[in-house]
């Protein structure tokens, strides 16, 4: 082999070809040069929005973002990126939105939390372990932690401008006291597949209209009487044996308790708003005019869902006509089939 040799090879992904150079020289003067330092090098300094998707970034520090002084939404999704300390170099008065979602980062660098006017922060489908770093970002309005290594939910109260969090796919084990303090502008909460055995500590949460905790370790439904604006429910894949507590929330509309121990449809008849009940899959085994009775009042209820329970499956051929004749005329759809379909 000479001195000096150039390999030259084609790395196909899902967007376009990437070209990579390796130039081979003595020892002592070895270098690589890499694909990536070329994915920037043709985008304008008045760059305004970065989309780099699927291409096995592994350093922003090659990416050269310094020069990209106008920036405000930088996608860099499934990729390879360990280390987040470089985006201490993008534009603090512009950027508004980062979405790292599918790399392989550890920790939450210090300099993430320069970034003050930051609305939107997905850092979904890395290897996080611990919420922090990100107390300065208070415009935050969207923040992504799903698929993770979290065991607790902290260091979120300065976040009071937050509207929605996700948290799915972590190994969160309880919501503390503090956990959700301050955060009185928050809309949505989404917790499926932790390890959650209670619902408490909620109560901080005035203006939350969707509360998503699926696939937890629940037995009873609680702690929801301080949430008045809550509008959609969804507890599908617990341990719950009984639809109870839901007094005050009185704006529910969607109600998820598919996959529980649920035996009986009951207190929801002062639920005028209620359009969607999912209850497949439980222990669910009463007379259809007790049903009947129950959701009379219901005159909005357009979904209703019981199959996988004793009520269908002992009562095959009558179970949707009786279901017809029980629950009010607004009803449209019985376990995915339209009634008059």
């Not at 937050?162 to 989404?190: M, P, R, T, V, Y």
Request: hydrophobic share 35%.
């Amino acid at each position: 082999m000479s001195d000096t040799e150039k390999t030259t090879k084609i790395e196909t992904t899902s967007d376009e070809p990437k070209q990579v150079e390796t130039v081979i020289l003595p020892d002592e003067h070895l270098e690589y040069l890499t694909a990536d330092s070329e994915l920037t090098e043709d985008l304008p300094d008045d760059t305004e929005s970065i989309d780099l998707i699927q291409l096995k970034i592994r350093s922003l520090e090659d990416l050269n973002l310094l020069r990209f002084k106008h920036l405000k939404n930088l996608c860099l999704r499934q990729n390879l990126i360990q280390s987040i300390s470089e985006l201490e170099v993008l534009p603090v008065e512009t950027m508004t939105d980062i979405d790292l979602y599918d790399n392989r980062i550890k920790h939450i660098s210090s300099n993430v939390n320069k970034l003050i006017n930051l609305t939107s922060l997905d850092l979904s489908f890395n290897n996080i372990k611990h919420i922090k770093n990100i107390d300065k970002l208070t415009k935050l309005e969207n923040l992504y932690f799903v698929q993770n290594k979290i065991s607790k939910i902290e260091n979120l109260n300065t976040l009071t401008e937050l509207k929605n969090l996700e948290l799915g796919g972590n190994n969160i084990q309880s919501i503390d006291e503090d956990s959700f303090k301050n955060l009185n502008k928050i809309e949505e909460i989404w917790l499926g597949k932790n390890a959650i055995p209670r619902l408490i500590n909620l109560h901080h949460l005035s203006s939350l209209k969707i509360l998503s905790i699926q696939g937890n370790r629940l037995k009873k439904i609680e702690g929801l009487d301080q949430l008045l604006n809550l509008e959609e429910l969804y507890i599908s894949n617990n341990h719950v044996s009984k639809i109870e507590n839901l007094e005050k929330n009185t704006k529910l509309k969607i109600l998820d308790i598919t996959s529980n121990k649920i035996t009986k449809i009951e207190n929801l008849g002062h639920l005028k708003d209620l359009t969607d009940i999912w209850a497949s899959f439980n222990q669910i085994d009463q007379r259809f005019e007790e049903i009947g009775d129950e959701l009379k009042n219901c005159t909005k209820l357009d979904t209703i869902y019981l199959e996988g329970n004793p009520i269908q499956k002992n009562n095959e051929t009558a179970y949707r006509r009786k279901l017809i004749m029980n629950l009010p005329k607004s009803l449209e759809k019985i376990d995915a089939t339209y009634v008059r379909g």
